[in-house]
């Protein structure tokens, strides 16, 4: 089996060169290569336009009788996608760039234009100065002003790196940091003043409140009300009160409180009127007829059996219960 890419050759022993006729081609032979468009270019033909990087199947061959310092110039010829025109262009050493000779129209480049303007505006200017020894002579007093600017910040910059040479950076931030806890220390001291000043706080560590409206109002609606007195001088004179609401002297211990009583000790029977109910008197059936003087002399003794209970004895008086009864 034979090699598939023959990378070597069988040559018989008997081979010899010499029996081989010498390929003669002519000098501007065409050879094909695959490239890229150099430039934005546009077809005269259809008005195709061509951007720069489009890859190409081109035909190369070597310019007759064009050189430039020993470099051969080459031409290439490729054909629009769009009509199939040709188109030529070359190698132009001098400028390091290429020639669009036929078929297509070189499309503008601002940066191409500005880089010639600038080259030769810098010819036009050393040729002036070759010509004109005034023009010269400017230029090198302006180029020796700018020498001495320069000098002269330089040993501005060398005399701040001298100065700060002997700055000791560690003894500045440790002063900084202290001025800067005395400045935090003062503003406390200025903020604690301010509010002892606004809230009335003392020395003493005393705020003043301000009174409310509110409680102003309350203590006066209190004192506008009336008070109960009680017509008792003793909690316990109660106990001993009769029914008109005077306390009962004992023997031996004098009243407390000489002279007429007043009308608030008689409201005493109204005060115990919802917790006292008087017990009614028992209704007994006379069995004989009895005359009327004689009525009328029990009814007189039975009111003043009852106007001689006092306050004690109508406590003790409640009415049975259903059961009792």
Known sequence: MSERKVLNKYYPPDFDPRKIPRLRLPKDRQYTVRLMAPCNMRCTTCGEYIYKGKKFNSRKETVQNEEYLGIKIFRFYIKCPRCLAEITFKTDPEQADYIVEHGATRNFQALK???????????????????????????????????????????????????????????????????????????????????????????????????????????????????????????????????LGTVKEEPGIPSSSSGPVPKQRQSTKSLLSG????????????????SPATSSGAHESVQNKVESTNGLSLLCSYSGSDDSE
Do not use: H, W
């Not at 002579?137 to 060398?158: G, N, P, V």
């Not at 009680?230 to 009769?242: G, S």
């Not at 917790?275 to 009895?290: D, G, I, M, Y």
């Open 113 to 243: 234009l500005a880089e010639e303007q600038a080259e030769r505006e810098a010819k036009e200017e050393e040729e002036e100065e070759k010509n004109n020894p005034m023009k010269l002579l400017e230029k090198r007093t302006q180029m020796s002003k700018q020498e001495m600017d320069l000098i002269e910040a330089l040993e501005d910059l060398k005399d701040l790196n001298r100065r700060q040479a002997n700055v000791n950076f560690d003894a500045m931030l440790q002063k900084y940091e202290e001025d800067k806890e005395t400045m935090l220390q003062r503003q406390e001291e200025e903020d604690e003043a301010f509010i002892r000043s606004v809230f009335g706080k003392g020395e003493e560590g005393i705020v003043k409140r301000i009174k409310d409206e509110d409680d102003d109002a309350s203590d006066e609606e209190e004192l506008k009300k009336p008070r109960l007195v009680t017509p008792f001088d003793k909690p316990t004179d109660i106990l001993t009160a009769n029914s």
């Open 275 to 290: 917790l006292v109910r008087v017990k009614p008197a028992a209704t007994v059936k006379p069995a004989e007829k009895s």
